[in-house]
């Protein structure tokens, strides 16, 4: 493993050597080599994994997840799916796991959970599901999956060669290096859906999945009809051979005995009739937009808007349109993106992610003035969404009042403590006022929110040499020996797991 005596150039090569070798201790038909680069596991490698290797296990795939280009930074998003997962998972049998859940750019229909409670969703899921409920049946049984602990229970299973490839994504933990050009590095889904397909969920942890997924489903008065109807239309699509439907049902496999355990459960209670909230509908119609990969798939994608803005009435409607204007925006037609945002308006419709592509137009016509002022009333309006906030901050920044902006993204931290972005963003802003210290320390705080201890560690070192009071000084030494003790600490937990 990577250690500190080493260059740093050497480290960074060994971080690189792993990803790629991870891949192919994963894949199954390959021979299970030890890779070059890879920590030397001992006899008593299959102990069992404890739930704090599993969360930084976790931590570890998604801080390479978030260079992905198939991972979708959308703070609308991410807030919605999150806080859905939140509501389910509170309902959990034994404690509430801590639950993240994120989208990624993919037009098949799949859903998986990664170690320490990661859930990825695809695009394809989300435009696929017809409802609300029928989305929230799915992620209901990846928090079932979680809450059983059928990863980590998997993994330890698995003995030899997924443990090597547990061990390698915790050395590439500690020997990070932060979020720089890291080509190599890009292809964390791959380890994370190679993970869950080498797992291949047995029936009984379908089974307890869907059990589990059913009590929170039906405790959050979600319509648990949800995750009969959409696993029901899944099984007919593999059956059918059509590939999109085909990537859930390999490693959660489907069968008629668990579509009548389903449908079983959902007679014996009461369904809630809950109608999809707005947030759906808009979610759905961005998501929809956010897969398309090229310039004919951002048309077709328009062209699907279009019809559906002749077919459906109310929110639907809106939301076409909503997704219309989206398209737009892409192929950079601002004058067809307003008309469309304004027909989505019509009726004296809002939402705050209607606000925030109002935001983004104004922005994209280079009007700050008017999109500082759009955010502020959206931020009074809508004070629970972070996505605006971030509009907020972006809009001040564009129109190049950084103090401004500095001190607006203060409050936010106070307001969302874990939001590591507010803090990039500062940073941002404090090198465009010529405070090299304040950006390297807001970017230490970003890199410590998203596991890159050493690189946190860098960004203050430079900090530290950067300042000139005495007192600051200190408060960055005091730092920098908590993320060098957290750093040991993660480093005596891959030596136990090795040992
Ligand atoms: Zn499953």
Known sequence: MPNSERSPSLRRKAAALLLPALLAAAAPALAPAQPVGLPDLGDSAAQELSPRLEQRLGDAIMMESLRDPAYIDDPDLLQYLTGMARQLSAHAPVGTPNINVFAVRDPSINAF?????YIGVHTGLVVAAQSESELAGVLAHEIGHVVQRHIARGLVQQKQDTLIMVAALLAALV??????????AAMAFGQAAAINS???FSREAEREADRTGFQMLEAANYNVNGMASFFGRLMQASGLNERTGQAFTRTHPLSIERMSDM??????????????????YFVRAKMRMLQANSGQDTLEAIRYFENRTTEAQGIERSAAYYGMALGYVRQRQYDKANDAYLAATSGARTHFMLEHLAIDLALARNDTQQAISLARSAVARWPEQRGLAMAMAESLQRAGRNQEAVDFLKEQMLKWSDEPRFYQMAAVSYSRLGSAVNERRNMADYYAMTGALPAAVEQLQQARAASKDFYEQSQIDAKVREYQRRLKEERDLLKRFQS
């Open 113 to 117: 959970a990664m170690p320490g409670g």
């Open 175 to 184: 020997a990070a290096r932060g979020n720089s050009q890291a080509p190599e």
């Open 198 to 200: 080498q797992l291949g």
């Open 263 to 280: 449908q079983n459960r959902a007679r014996g209670v009461v369904i809630h009739d809950r109608p999809s909230s707005s947030d759906f």
